[in-house]
């Protein structure tokens, strides 16, 4: 009886074992394993930063293909009486050139005003700003001239720009102007000359105050 009693408990315990044993298995295999995440990175590429670019200087004048020296730098400014007057480019081109045929026929310039056949049309851009308290001018109403641009000491001409010379302030070909206090007026003008320069100036002169600044001098002075 014992011996039946030992043998059934030791069966039971078998059992319970293996049950046990089946039950950590089936445990094992319902268990997920954790997976070790990697973190997450912010990084942005650093930006690839671009040189600053330097922009080309203006060329305000050609004034080199005379060998010359200048003493100031364009732009140049003039005040007297009121006015302002900016010489800010400067350019001599060969009357049979590209470029002056192509000005010419455009605005209605001409070379014939010299006795002497005419070498270069000198293309001026300027700024003229009106700092008095009078209205100042040049047309029928006042039409003494108000700046001279000067080559060896001798005024250039203007030759008049025939397709333009009706229109009043005009901003491409400048002939009549008018300012009255405050105004400001940016154009061109056109000149000609007969030789290479040697000496450049201009002057303004408003009712008898006279101002006048060398771009070049003469050798010497």
Known sequence: ???????????????????LGQGVAVKAETITPVV???????????????????????????????????????PVTVTAGGLSYTLEKLMFYDVKSKEAQSLMKLYGYSDRIYKTPTKYMVWTKITIENKGSKIIQLSAKDPSSKW????????????????KMLELNNKEALWNWVLKPGEKLSSYQMYGCIKDPVDISINVNIAGDFKEKYIVKRAGE
């Open 148 to 163: 001279y641009f000067k080559i060896d000491g001798n005024n250039l001409i203007e030759p008049a720009p025939k397709n």
């Open 1 to 19: 009886m014992k011996k039946r009693v030992v043998k059934a408990t030791l069966a039971a315990a078998m059992l319970f074992s293996v049950v």
């Open 36 to 74: 070790t995440a990697k973190p997450i990175t912010s990084e942005v590429p650093a930006a690839t930063v671009k040189p600053a670019v330097t922009p080309a200087p203006i060329m305000r004048d050609n004034l080199f293909k005379f060998g010359l020296k200048k003493d100031l730098e364009l």
